[in-house]
């Protein structure tokens, strides 16, 4: 899935410094200077990371026309990995280890004949990856927005951002910094003059702990003591709670209003790591017993299905709690109105624009969405947690309203 068609994923990150501005030939030439296959120093793990076109896996070619896209650039991040299958290791070691023992007495190779062996399967791995076997591609689309200063990548695993940030580095001088919740609240609080509070927040508590007054905080963000991460597990929460008791409309700092609904999934876990995981597959989850007992219980949202409406668009997609990556979310269909009149290539150019101006709109109605969250949750006693907390203690009979969501 890409940026241009179809339904995106993505990860987002901030261009540390400012993504490049002027979209011309040099950028063209620093894309071209480090494309796949253009590595210099061969890296011992089997490796190798580079640009691509973005037309496919092979395109080593850039050029102004097929990669600027209005004030976008649209490109991909190709992986290649060369590396025996450990299941044919194993089997070349075996095969070796049977011709050095077939003609030992008791028909079992010795310690020095396993080194042997080992050694021999080692040295035909590394033969047959030199004669072309073995190697993987993987592309990986890329649009970095110029006017948001943003990088977006269709992926979210961690092993192909981690090699990304050094050849990001090396072609444009600058850093990344992955726009997760925390990363995001920071942002929101220099804004409005706030940073103090949000070093001074620890997770909000909605259900007490059964062991006792002090909750043992959250446990996948502990590694991090600086992390505000989960302030997007609580951001799930709270859209939860807008959209069940609130109508779910919300208004925003820019005078728009977004109104958001919960559909399709929903991913709980228990905060503490004490009752496990629990995901729900209904058009309309949050509507459902199950998902009401399991946030009495103190579960908070890690992902949830969404469709959002804002300044006439209508978004459906899934959002990671913590990261904020956004996983196959589908956009308005663009009418290439921002070329009309050009001919057929000047309205698929205006097409591709539209495109990215739907994907930057919904970037910047998530980080709205967010940001009227995070404003009220850095309020002196964050006057939303006593009303959630009463909403999840409610039984279902207790409150209508839970109906008219399951219908919505």
């Avoid at 101006?357 to 967010?370: A, G, K, P, S, V």
């Amino acid at each position: 899935m890409g940026f241009l068609s179809g339904a995106a994923s993505f990860s987002r990150f901030e261009v540390v410094g400012g993504a490049p501005k002027r979209l011309d030939q040099a950028v063209i030439e620093k894309l071209t200077e480090h494309v796949i296959g253009s590595q210099r120093e061969k890296r011992t793990d089997g490796i190798e990371v580079g640009w691509v076109g973005g037309s496919h896996v092979l395109d080593r070619t850039f050029d102004l026309g097929k990669n600027v896209v209005g004030d976008a650039l649209h490109f991909g991040f190709r992986i290649d990995t060369a590396k025996v299958p450990p299941e044919i290791m194993r089997a070349y070691v075996r095969m070796e280890l049977e011709a050095l023992a077939k003609d030992n007495p008791t028909g079992r190779p010795s310690a020095k004949q396993r080194k042997l062996a080992k050694a021999n399967a080692e040295r035909r791995g590394e033969t047959e990856i030199k004669q072309g076997r073995f190697h993987r591609m993987r592309e990986f689309p890329v649009l970095i927005d110029s006017r948001g200063d943003a990088l977006l990548i269709a992926t979210t695993v961690p092993a192909v951002i981690e090699n990304l940030h050094p050849l990001f580095r090396a072609t444009f001088g600058k850093r990344l910094e992955p726009l997760t919740s925390g990363r995001l609240a920071y942002r929101i609080a220099e804004k409005i003059g706030a940073t103090r509070r949000v070093e001074q927040l620890s997770p909000a508590e909605f259900v007490r702990h059964p062991g006792g007054d002090a909750a043992p905080g959250v446990f996948w963000t502990l590694h991090d003591p600086e992390s505000r991460d989960y302030l997007g597990n609580e951001f799930l929460l709270w859209l939860w709670w807008q959209h069940a008791e609130e109508g779910g409309t919300i208004e925003l700092s820019d005078k728009s209003e977004a109104h958001v609904v919960l559909v399709r999934n929903l991913t709980l876990e228990c905060p503490w790591g004490e009752t496990g995981k629990e995901t729900i597959l209904a058009a309309g989850p949050g509507a459902l017993p199950e998902a009401r007992r399991a946030i009495q219980t103190g579960k908070l949202p890690r992902r949830a299905g969404l469709i959002i409406n804002r300044q006439g668009s209508q978004y459906e997609l899934t959002l990671q709690a913590e990261t904020l990556a956004i996983s196959a979310a589908t956009l308005p269909k663009a009418e290439g109105g921002a070329a009309e009149g050009n001919g057929d290539g000047g309205s698929r150019a205006g097409e591709l624009v539209d495109r990215v101006d739907e994907l930057r709109n919904l970037c910047q109605t998530i980080d709205l969405l967010f940001e009227t969250f995070v404003r009220r949750r850095l309020t002196g006693n964050f006057e939303d947690r006593g009303k959630i907390s009463r909403w999840m203690r409610e039984s279902e009979a207790e409150s209508p309203r839970m109906a008219v969501a399951a219908g919505a």
